[in-house]
């Protein structure tokens, strides 16, 4: 797979110098016309082994294109409060919005290759940080991201002369860690993980582009000419949200639907209001009680209420926080996206909104309204709200798959009902 990304290719100075101007004029045109436009967001990761350039090739875009529409982002070891959240979110609470240009520096590909190598993970772990990997990036490219991925390779012996070299230098000694060498020893099993990885994250939506790192120049001018044809070949598409809009998949599950859970749901059951003011005693104490034990701190808490306007959402999360200490929840009341998240894939929101260990979210309506409001209003495509089932059982499953505690709570009134509560708060109004 490397084979062609190792092949001596040069650049000679001269050549470099008189196509570096004309490269960098054409990429800020394509990035002007992309912060004008706004249609979509690049995000663009820059990957490969260690000592190929790839901080390098960082600074070097920034410097060739306009710092203030790109985001850079060197992602390394994950904070506490990172490690609080699924692996994701830290991702996720970077991404660009439409017109910018998000430029990072490691990846979701990073851990899981790092684990693997060192053998933290086995195997199957791996194929499903991959698994993953394919999931997000279709959703981003579906939600109109345009992704590049550059893998900027060496061979061993390659490698092993560029930390060498970078050693001898007193100038540029610093740049080579203990780390960098414990790498290079492990080069065989990396190249091994890297491949796989590689060859099951190619995909059309966001195919991998290998490049030879070991020559600067050539680097360089491969990677600023990718980028900028990428660019320009998707501002120059027309009418790129018809392209999105097109329906390419089925509804989940349609045989669920037949079923009219609804439908079956008594709507006539009440409690007597002396039982319920005691039983609401008893257990907002109990609740008290667990949001003060000393393994909350362990635990993240996400409660999500949907259902009919006015089937009592309010008055049940009221009667929770009024049992909670106010340092302990957060209520994230889901209206109309503002400007700012419309610049967003529609699940941005909610992950920026994941609470830490020893917290507790509530969400008045959430991410389900792609499929709800959004669906009935047409505030979305149908190719839209038929792919968000998947994409929402997928942020689910991130979710639980970090010990997230999800409680989802569906709320329903009857039409007679729901019309007798609207009279009433106009009459009181």
Not at 170 to 176: D, E, I, L, Q
């Amino acid at each position: 797979m490397f084979e062609s990304a190792e092949l001596g290719h040069k650049i000679d100075k001269a050549t470099y110098d008189a196509e570096v101007p004309k490269l960098r004029e054409a990429l800020l045109d394509a990035q002007f016309e992309l912060a004008q436009k706004a249609k979509f967001p690049v995000i663009i990761l820059i990957g490969g082994v260690d000592g190929s350039g790839r901080g390098d090739t960082v600074n070097l875009l920034n410097e060739w294109m306009d710092p203030r529409h790109v985001q850079t982002h060197g992602m390394g070891d994950p904070s506490d409060e990172e490690l609080d959240r699924p692996m994701m979110w830290r991702f996720w609470r970077e991404l660009p919005p439409k017109g910018k240009i998000g430029l990072f520096l490691g990846s979701w590909y990073t851990w899981p290759i790092l684990n693997r190598v060192h053998g933290v993970t086995k195997v199957a772990e791996l194929e499903q940080s991959m698994e993953r990997a394919r999931r997000l990036e279709k959703m981003l490219t579906d939600e109109g991201a345009l992704i590049i991925k550059f893998w900027l390779h060496l061979s061993k012996e390659k490698q092993e002369a560029r930390l060498t070299l970078l050693e001898e230098n007193p100038k540029t000694r610093w740049r080579v860690t203990k780390r960098d060498w414990e790498h290079f020893r492990l080069y065989d099993k990396f190249r091994t993980v890297h491949e796989n990885v590689i060859r099951h994250t190619n995909t059309a939506e966001a195919p991998w582009i290998i490049v030879e790192g070991a020559e600067a120049r050539y680097r360089s001018l491969t990677v600023g000419k990718v980028i900028l044809e990428a660019m320009r070949k998707r501002l120059q598409e027309e009418k790129v949200v018809k392209r999105h809009n097109e329906p390419h998949a089925i509804p989940l599950l349609p045989s669920i639907d037949k079923l009219h859970i609804l439908n079956s749901l008594d709507l006539t059951q009440t409690i007597e209001k002396k039982t319920f003011e005691d039983k609401l005693e008893k257990y907002q104490g109990k609740l008290a009680l667990l949001t003060r034990h000393p393994r909350f701190k362990n635990i993240t808490v996400i409660v999500v209420f949907e259902g009919n306007d006015a089937a009592g959402k309010g008055g049940a999360i009221r009667r929770i926080t009024s049992a909670v200490e106010a340092r302990h929840y957060q209520v994230v009341p889901i209206a109309a996206p503002t400007e700012e998240e419309r610049a967003q894939p529609y699940l941005w929101r909610f992950w920026r909104q994941i609470p830490r260990k020893g917290r507790l979210t509530i969400f008045d309506r959430s991410w389900y309204g792609r499929v709800l409001v959004e669906r009935v209003e047409g505030f979305c495509s149908q190719a839209d709200w038929m792919r968000a089932y998947h994409e929402i059982n997928d942020f689910e499953a991130q979710l639980a798959r970090h010990n997230i505690v999800v409680v989802k709570f569906w709320l329903t009134i009857s039409k007679d009902e729901q019309l007798r509560r609207f009279e009433e708060r106009v009459s009181r109004h």
